[in-house]
């Protein structure tokens, strides 16, 4: 079974530490993408890739940055995280959207980022 | 510019009911469409998508979806609802162009009365 997998469900860091949230995914996708999930906000891009070395930024990139050395694995890094950084954090990968009836996201199962 | 508008943030049915989540698209084009299920506490699971073709597609599942583009709309349906149904449901529309991104609708929590 094809799969995104998340390092951690559950996460819970101290205010001012550097946390790292580990994504990788098993289908050979070129794409990935990181999300931030709120109630009420929905799902919010934070950065995405195309492939191996290349990012480029979503709609709320600030305080995050982001790492793909390997097609396979795509990092999401807070360098400082904040309270307001509590939340569910969502990896996801796809094929190009010119490949069609392969396109469409993969998600892992998430990461829920409690900042104390 | 490109949006995805569930109108309804909460829907409850009784088990056995029928079920239509409703879901509108602005886009230029002919958009791909999608619906995702999430379960609490979990990732995102592809229920169903439609690029071209057939209007109406079918899912995992046993959920249905129409798509009408008079109406701008890809509405999500299921003739009887089990209590394992209740999650949130995300519409979302993508691009057929180098831009890869799926654009995601904020949700609706379909809750299942027994």
């Known amino acids: 079974d094809v799969k995104v997998t998340q390092s951690s469900r559950y996460l819970v860091k101290r205010t001012g530490e550097k946390v790292f949230l580990e994504c990788v995914q098993d289908m050979d996708h070129e794409n990935m993408f990181w999300y931030r999930q709120d109630p009420g906000l929905g799902l919010r891009l934070i950065y995405f890739?195309?492939?191996?070395?290349?990012?480029e930024k979503g709609d709320i990139p600030e305080g995050y940055s982001v790492s793909r050395e390997k097609k396979e694995r795509f990092s999401l890094i807070l360098e400082s995280a904040s309270t307001n950084q509590t939340s569910m954090y969502l990896c996801a990968s796809s094929r190009p959207a010119g490949s069609q009836a392969n396109y469409g996201y993969t998600f892992g199962s998430g990461t829920r980022l409690t900042v104390v | 510019a490109q949006s995805v508008t569930q109108p309804d943030i909460h829907i409850t049915v009784s088990e056995g009911a029928s079920l239509e989540l409703r879901c509108n698209y602005s886009?230029?084009?002919?958009?791909?469409l999608f619906w995702y299920v999430q379960s609490p506490g979990q990732g995102l699971q592809l229920l169903l998508k439609?690029?071209?073709?057939?209007?109406l597609v079918q899912g995992i599942k046993g959920f249905e979806a129409e798509f009408k583009r008079s109406q701008s709309s890809f509405n999500l349906r299921k003739p009887s609802v089990h209590w394992s149904d209740a999650a949130e449901y995300f519409c979302a529309v993508g691009r057929m162009n180098r831009d890869d991104k799926i654009i995601f609708g904020k949700g609706t929590r379909l809750h299942i009365l027994p």
């Open positions: 886009y230029g084009a002919t958009p791909y």
């Open positions: 890739s195309y492939d191996v070395k290349m990012k």
């Open positions: 439609y690029f071209s073709g057939d209007t």
